[in-house]
């Protein structure tokens, strides 16, 4: 610095203090701002994670059912096909198979679910009676 007349002014120690005071509260703003807008950032990347995982099952999801639907109607298609290309005798005895295999995995079935009951009643009465 300079006074009126060109000779040359020597800051004063408050001054400098004054300066350097002002310059670590800058430092210290700019710390606390990384580190607030850091934060924020951080939150928003999760959020926008966790939008797209949701995003991406309830997708799946659609296209699962849109499979099994395709799925069921070409079953269902094929099945008339093929009834379509049966003798009256032939459809008479594929019927009756169907319904015996039907008959069967219902039966299968039951087999199952009481050897489940058993099996439940058996940890119960381990458990002490407990369910």
Do not use: W
Request: proline share 2%; charged share 30%; glycine share 6%.
């Amino acid at each position: 610095m300079a006074d009126n007349q060109g000779t040359p002014q020597v800051p004063s120690v408050d001054d400098i203090t004054n300066t350097l005071h002002t310059i670590f509260l800058a430092g210290v703003g700019a710390i606390a701002a990384s580190t607030e807008k850091g934060s924020e950032l951080f939150r928003s990347l999760v959020d926008k994670g966790q939008a797209t995982v949701e995003e991406g099952k309830a997708k799946n999801a659609e296209l699962i059912q849109n499979v099994q639907t395709r799925v069921e109607d070409t079953k269902d298609d094929a099945i008339r096909a093929y009834l379509k290309s049966l003798s009256p005798e032939q459809r008479a005895s594929f019927v009756a198979s169907v319904q015996r295999a039907a008959d069967e995995a219902e039966a299968d079935a039951q087999k199952a679910a009481e050897a489940a009951d058993d099996a439940a009643e058996d940890v119960a009465a381990e458990d002490g009676g407990e369910a």
